[in-house]
């Protein structure tokens, strides 16, 4: 008997480890999901776009006007 309990454990446990992981993921990916909706404040924006953040180059102008605004 107890070699057949010992056998479903290891089988459940065997098809419910994938499960869970899966859901674990599928949970992170919904959290990574929310934070990238979350608002972000000007300055951080503005800081972003100054380093590329958003895949544009910053010009030589924009830089100079950040320092001159103290940014």
Same mark, same amino acid.
């Given at each position: 008997? &107890?070699?057949?309990?010992? *056998?479903? *454990? =290891? /089988?459940? @446990?065997?098809?419910?480890?994938? /499960?869970?992981?899966?859901?674990? #993921?599928? &949970?992170?990916?919904? /959290?990574?999901?929310?934070?990238? +909706?979350?608002?972000?404040? +000007?300055?951080? *924006?503005?800081? &972003?776009?100054?380093?590329?953040? =958003?895949? +544009? #180059? *910053?010009?030589?102008?924009? @830089? !100079?006007?950040?320092? !001159?605004?103290? +940014?």
């Amino acid at each position: 008997m &107890r070699v057949l309990v010992e *056998a479903f *454990a =290891n /089988v459940a @446990l065997f098809m419910l480890t994938p /499960v869970v992981v899966v859901w674990i #993921q599928s &949970r992170l990916v919904m /959290v990574i999901e929310t934070l990238g +909706k979350l608002p972000v404040e +000007k300055s951080e *924006a503005h800081a &972003r776009y100054l380093w590329g953040g =958003n895949d +544009k #180059q *910053a010009s030589p102008s924009c @830089l !100079a006007q950040a320092a !001159a605004e103290g +940014k």
